[in-house]
């Protein structure tokens, strides 16, 4: 029987696969988009091979609503629901004791500093998952009423042929609203890892979603960027690399510096 603890464990993981790639393929696909648009170098390239680029960005828009309803799906065997439950049902998973054995791992003694550092942990309350899930909500009810359908009537099943009825779908939609939705899934997750190996409270703190501004206004490199921020970068980086179009370099003044 697997434990509680490894059970979030795994799940957690799960969703972290799972809204990464939604939002790497989102994100990819809008970039796309943006470069071309952007700088006429890059859109000729991509006019070299027109059907091979419009193969990837239907691959990458197809993928990214694929990955967004699996993660919202709550008849599937893993999904957002399901990892919620286990920690606002296991809470003992979260408890000082259960940190500092993940802390010490393997090792057969407690490292000297993990005393301390257990004593400024944060314990979380079931008020803390009721927060967490009330977000998860409100997001679930933008997904279901404009974005569901579409995933499963067009990008998963043929459930609509008309160019009306799929034009329809699609009206739906908003890109500013997709990027908030992702941008919270992949702030989540942070905040779910932070506080099951690290103790930090359940905080969500804002994440930036805007392709635009994440262009022109860049993280610098030794400031850890959100994977929206690492796709979109690279995705311009190559294609103006390839098009000859010259890049403005990252600031590089500042000492590197990892999360984990």
């Not at 974005?147 to 890109?175: C, E």
Request: glycine residues 4%; proline residues 6%.
């Amino acid at each position: 029987m697997t434990s509680p603890e490894a059970q979030f464990e795994r799940e957690l993981e799960v969703f972290r696969t799972e809204a990464e790639a939604a939002i790497q393929f989102f994100y990819a696909y809008l970039t796309v988009h943006a470069v071309a648009a952007d700088h006429k170098p890059v859109y000729r390239l991509l006019n070299t091979a027109p059907l091979f680029w419009n193969t990837n960005l239907g691959a990458l828009q197809t993928a990214a609503f694929m990955a967004l309803g699996r993660v919202f799906d709550q008849n599937s065997t893993h999904n957002l629901d399901q990892l919620l439950r286990i920690a606002q049902d296991n809470l003992s998973i979260f408890s000082k004791a259960s940190l500092g054995a993940r802390k010490q791992g393997s090792s057969p003694t407690s490292p000297e500093w993990l005393a301390e550092y257990l004593r400024d942990v944060y314990v979380p309350t079931p008020a803390d998952f009721r927060r967490l899930r009330a977000h998860v909500r409100k997001h679930r009810r933008v997904y279901e009423a404009k974005y569901r359908d579409l995933r499963n009537r067009w990008f998963a099943h043929k459930g609509v042929s008309a160019q009306a009825d799929i034009n329809a779908l699609f009206a739906k939609t908003n890109i500013r609203e997709l990027q908030k939705m992702l941008a919270f899934l992949g702030s989540l997750y942070e905040t779910l890892w932070q506080l099951f190996f690290n103790g930090r409270k359940p905080v969500l703190r804002p994440r930036r979603y805007s392709v635009k501004h994440m262009r022109h206004s860049p993280s610098p490199p030794w400031k850890t960027s959100a994977v929206q921020e690492r796709i979109t970068h690279e995705a311009e980086q190559f294609l103006c690399s390839i098009a000859g179009v010259a890049q403005q370099p990252l600031p590089e003044d500042a000492p590197k510096s990892t999360r984990r």
